[in-house]
């Protein structure tokens, strides 16, 4: 009779344990995982350090290769397997993305003196999807776009309500209190996500306003000041004493 009380005891708390496991799986997104919310730095600093020696040593980048219609923040992706292989890396940092994590490692200054940067996967996939939604539309909408409120004469802000749609509820990389906008192009549909605000807080921040050139891409001041890159993004030009977006030549 213990025998069976101590089994029955024994399935409970197995049980109990599983039941907990599951919880904390959904509780728990990938977002949220202990590896994703440590200080980004601390991975970036080891990894600049294998960058640096490689580049030494080898006289090349340890980069993936990429299209040449790739954009410029998301070309030099860092090839991990180069690092381990050569004995510069002992391990593939937790937080990115060939470790289950939420960031790619890429690479900016290239040509100058190679920087090691993050992309926002889980901002990337976002934009994937917005852009699925608007082309679908357009599909049913005789090519015309769901109008949205107008930024300037190139760009409007995405109207979810006209997608049936709601926005995604990602949040950006350079202010975590702040939700990501999408702005779409007005002549080619193309999808961005909108750093304007972003840029502005590193502009009010740094009392940059008065050394602004007209035609400066004010996306390098997201590269320089911050850890991110501004994936998926437009050019941004000081207009009206704020960041504009700007269509392509």
Same mark, same amino acid.
């Given at each position: 009779?213990?025998?069976?009380?101590?089994?029955?005891?024994?399935?409970?708390?197995?049980?109990?344990?599983?039941?907990?496991?599951?919880?904390?799986?959904?509780?728990?997104?990938?977002?949220?995982?202990?590896?994703?919310?440590?200080?980004?730095?601390?991975?970036?600093?080891?990894?600049?350090?294998?960058?640096?020696?490689?580049?030494?040593?080898?006289?090349?980048?340890?980069?993936?290769?990429?299209?040449?219609?790739?954009?410029?923040?998301?070309?030099?992706?860092?090839?991990?397997?180069?690092? &381990? #292989?050569?004995?510069?890396?002992?391990? @593939?940092?937790?937080?990115?993305?060939?470790?289950? !994590? *939420?960031? /790619?490692?890429?690479?900016?200054?290239?040509?100058?003196?190679?920087?090691?940067?993050?992309?926002?996967?889980?901002?990337?996939?976002?934009?994937?999807?917005? &852009? #699925?939604?608007?082309?679908?539309?357009? @599909?049913?909408?005789?090519?015309?776009?769901?109008? !949205? *409120?107008? /930024?300037?004469?190139?760009?409007?802000?995405?109207?979810?309500?006209?997608?049936?749609?709601?926005?995604?509820?990602?949040?950006?990389?350079?202010?975590?209190?702040?939700?990501?906008?999408?702005?779409?192009?007005?002549?080619?549909?193309?999808?961005?996500?909108?750093?304007?605000?972003?840029?502005?807080?590193?502009?009010?921040?740094?009392?940059?306003?008065?050394?602004?050139?007209?035609?400066?891409?004010?996306?390098?001041?997201?590269?320089?000041?911050?850890?991110?890159?501004?994936?998926?993004?437009?050019?941004?030009?000081?207009?009206?004493?704020?960041?504009?977006?700007?269509?392509?030549?």
């Amino acid at each position: 009779m213990k025998m069976v009380q101590n089994f029955l005891q024994y399935r409970t708390m197995a049980l109990a344990l599983c039941l907990i496991m599951l919880l904390s799986g959904c509780a728990y997104p990938k977002e949220l995982r202990k590896e994703n919310l440590t200080n980004p730095a601390e991975f970036i600093t080891v990894v600049q350090q294998a960058i640096d020696q490689f580049h030494e040593k080898t006289g090349v980048l340890p980069i993936k290769n990429s299209e040449m219609t790739t954009p410029l923040y998301e070309k030099y992706v860092i090839d991990f397997a180069k690092l &381990q #292989k050569s004995n510069l890396l002992s391990a @593939v940092p937790a937080n990115a993305f060939e470790s289950g !994590g *939420i960031f /790619i490692y890429v690479l900016v200054d290239v040509e100058t003196k190679p920087i090691v940067k993050l992309m926002d996967l889980s901002a990337y996939q976002s934009v994937e999807d917005v &852009q #699925k939604k608007i082309n679908d539309y357009k @599909v049913k909408h005789d090519g015309n776009l769901p109008q !949205g *409120i107008a /930024i300037n004469e190139a760009f409007e802000y995405v109207d979810f309500d006209k997608l049936g749609a709601k926005a995604p509820d990602i949040k950006s990389v350079y202010n975590r209190k702040n939700l990501i906008s999408y702005i779409v192009n007005k002549q080619t549909g193309d999808v961005s996500i909108d750093y304007g605000m972003d840029i502005m807080q590193v502009i009010q921040s740094g009392s940059l306003a008065g050394s602004l050139k007209a035609d400066q891409d004010l996306r390098d001041l997201l590269v320089s000041k911050t850890l991110f890159v501004p994936i998926r993004s437009t050019a941004y030009w000081w207009q009206k004493d704020q960041p504009m977006p700007q269509a392509a030549p």
